[in-house]
């Protein structure tokens, strides 16, 4: 993903030297791009609780549990 953001902002940085954006629209994409970098950062910390929260559960079979629990 750190690469289709990089790509997409060199692509504004492109079109705002060209002089092909108005203030509008370079409003809208800084906007937009300072959006998609802190849903990128939230993304990846709940990645990674997600990965943190799935490695503390229990690995045992669901036999050998259900043994245990008897």
């Known amino acids: 993903m750190n690469e289709v953001l990089t790509s997409l902002k060199q692509r504004y940085e492109d079109l705002n030297k060209a002089g092909k954006l108005d203030d509008a629209a370079q409003a ?18 709940l990645r990674r609780t997600i990965l943190k929260s799935s490695s503390k559960e229990s690995r045992m079979s669901t036999k050998l549990r259900d043994a245990l629990y008897e």
């Open 28 to 45: 809208l994409f800084t906007e937009l791009l300072t959006e998609a970098e802190r849903l990128q950062a939230s993304n990846l910390t």
